[in-house]
C-alpha cells in the first residue's frame, strides 16, 4: 500500500475571466522581475465582478471546508507579460489563499514549487528516477484561458519566461465560523 503524506492541495475550476474587472489605470513596474501590474493597497474591482469571484472560489474550496465559513478580498491585481517577462519564486504572506486567474495565455507559465525541493533534490540529486519515486520538485498545472487556480498561500510558485500574456492575482482571508 502506498500513502502519500503531508500533500498541498490546488484547486482548479472554469470561470469566465471577462467578468473579473480590476482597474488598471495606474499600471507600473513590480516586484523584483518587474512586470507591469496594478498591484496597489487600494482593491478597485466593481462589486458584481466581485460577487462572481467570490462564487467561483466558495464553490472550489467548499468541497474541502466543512465548517461555516467567510472569505475576504485582500488585494487583486492585472498581471502583464509583455515580451519574455517572468517572475521570480514568492509566496503572498498575510493571506490564507491566493489565486490565479488565467485570462490571455497560450499556455500556463506558473510553477508550483515542492516545500521540500531542497531536501528530496540534496538526497537525490543523481538519480532523476529516485526523485520522482519520492515526489517532484514542482508542479506546472495545465490551465488555460478561463481558468482559475487556487492555492494556500504559503506555497512557493514563479512564473517562466512568457509573452503576450495576461493574468489576475489576489489574495483571501478566510474566517471560520465557530
Known sequence: MKLDLFSIPIWIGNIDASR???DDT???QTFRSEIKTSFSEQNNIPQDSLDYLYDVIIKLLN???TRPYNIKLGHIWNNYYESDDYQEIHTHPGSDVSFIIYKKIKESSTIFQNPNSS???S???SCDTLTKLVGNLDYRPECRENQIVVFPSFLEHYVRNTSNALTVSGNMKITINE
Open 26 to 28: 495606474d499600471l507600473s
Open 63 to 65: 468541497r474541502s471546508i
Open 119 to 121: 531536501v528530496i533534490g
Open 20 to 22: 473579473i474587472i480590476v
Open 123 to 125: 538526497y537525490y540529486h
